[in-house]
């Protein structure tokens, strides 16, 4: 009898630790996830251990292993690879691009048309009528996409053209921004056109089938905002617009998470066949709505532990939706790395709080936090 307690003892024991090293979060997360979605994150000079023209290297903390998607934070947009109209300079992005090829993982090229990404000749003072700015547009795509070939597998082909109005009747005269001199000039063609170059030229190239083209924005999972981004969708695709998916940039703040606002928009943007990516995502730990009033700013060195379990549920909630919906979803990227580096805390980037902000899984040194933990050792 002893030797059998003493025998169950062992085998519970033996249990307990077998459990504890093959936890989730003792692994890659592009591992956890490798059956559901890649795992993306946002880079930029701060992220990989590599010198950008003459800045200092970064330190080499591995984190990036976690990914197996990459998406340059700024340096394939407009303003960056295109600064003035004959010149390209893609030196930047070739090196993100050659960093991911060694590192095994894809890249997500963000982003084609952006009205706030555009160099100073891209301007309305510059440019006068529609046939003008379509030339622009092709021209620009052309160059990019035919630079980039199927080094990266999809595009964010436009960027945030639906306005953030309120309203109840969506109409083309208030579901489009109206403070874009592209949609002044050209109506919302250019937002088909801007589909139809980049196809035309990956056909050109042959390979269309390893590219994806993808219309990519915030809040498009809030009510009025969907139903503005459905009318979109709803008449490219009656157009015959060569797109394939949409992007949910999910960026959250603590009172800015609905649950079922996000379930329900992976459900209707996938039922017109489109392919969901989550492009952004990340938890602000400030709040705009008077419900939670966290009004103060935190230490530099990381918020209050009931702040970032508080965080950590929203990560929780947002991941069951998407494991759940994994026949939808084909990539989840993170706005950032650690919270060390985040353009939340460059008031010139970002117009929340002006506090220092933790929005991602790993802190300011690098280490887990409980986002991390939660999303790694999920239990559905
Ligand atoms: C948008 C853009 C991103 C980035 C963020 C942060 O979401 O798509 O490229 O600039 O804003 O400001």
């Not at 969506?170 to 919302?188: H, M, P």
């Not at 088909?192 to 498009?220: S, T």
């Not at 999910?250 to 609905?258: A, I, K, L, R, W």
């Amino acid at each position: 009898m002893k030797n059998k307690l003493f025998s169950l003892l062992v085998i519970a024991l033996l249990s307990t630790s077998c459990s504890n090293s093959t936890r989730r979060s003792d692994m890659l997360l592009r591992d956890v996830y490798k059956d559901y979605f890649s795992i993306g994150a946002a880079f930029n000079d701060g992220s990989i251990p590599v010198p950008m023209d003459d800045e200092e290297a970064v330190v080499d903390d591995g984190l990036y292993n976690h990914f197996n998607s990459l998406t340059c934070e700024n340096d394939m947009k407009w303003e960056k690879i295109h600064p003035s109209e004959y010149v390209y300079d893609y030196e930047k992005a070739d090196k993100y691009v050659e960093f991911a090829k060694t590192h095994n993982m894809g890249v997500r090229g963000h982003a084609l048309v952006w009205y706030r990404a555009l160099p100073g000749y891209m301007n309305k003072s510059k440019i006068h009528d529609k046939e003008t700015l379509l030339l622009k547009e092709k021209e620009h795509i052309d160059n990019v996409v035919e630079h980039f070939g199927d080094s990266v597998y999809c595009w964010d082909v436009v960027n945030e053209v639906i306005s953030d109005s309120e309203d109840e009747i969506i109409t083309d005269e208030n579901a489009y921004r109206q403070d874009d001199f592209w949609y002044e000039l050209s109506g919302k063609e250019y937002i088909l056109k801007a589909f139809e170059y980049a196809d035309a030229k990956l056909k050109e190239l042959g390979i269309r089938e390893k590219v994806k083209l993808f219309y990519n924005d915030y809040d498009n999972t809030k009510p009025v905002k969907k139903a503005k981004t459905m009318h979109m969708l709803n008449w490219l695709l009656e157009a015959n617009c060569p797109i394939d998916g949409i992007g949910l940039q999910c960026h959250y703040n603590m009172g800015s998470f609905v649950k079922d606002e996000l379930e329900s928009a992976i459900v209707d943007y996938s039922s017109l066949g489109l392919e969901v990516q989550i492009t952004e995502f990340d938890v602000d730990i400030y709040d705009e709505t008077p419900s939670m009033a966290i009004e103060e700013s935190y230490d530099i060195l990381g918020a209050p532990e009931k702040i970032l379990d508080a965080q950590a549920t929203i990560y929780d909630h947002a991941f069951k939706i998407f494991r759940k919906h994994k026949d939808k979803i084909s990539n989840v990227t993170f706005w950032g790395i650690r919270d060390n580096n985040t353009y939340m805390n460059d008031p010139t980037e970002f117009v929340g709080h002006a506090g220092p902000n933790f929005p991602y899984i790993f802190d300011i040194f690098g280490e887990k936090k409980p986002a991390f933990y939660v999303i790694a050792d999920y239990e559905d």
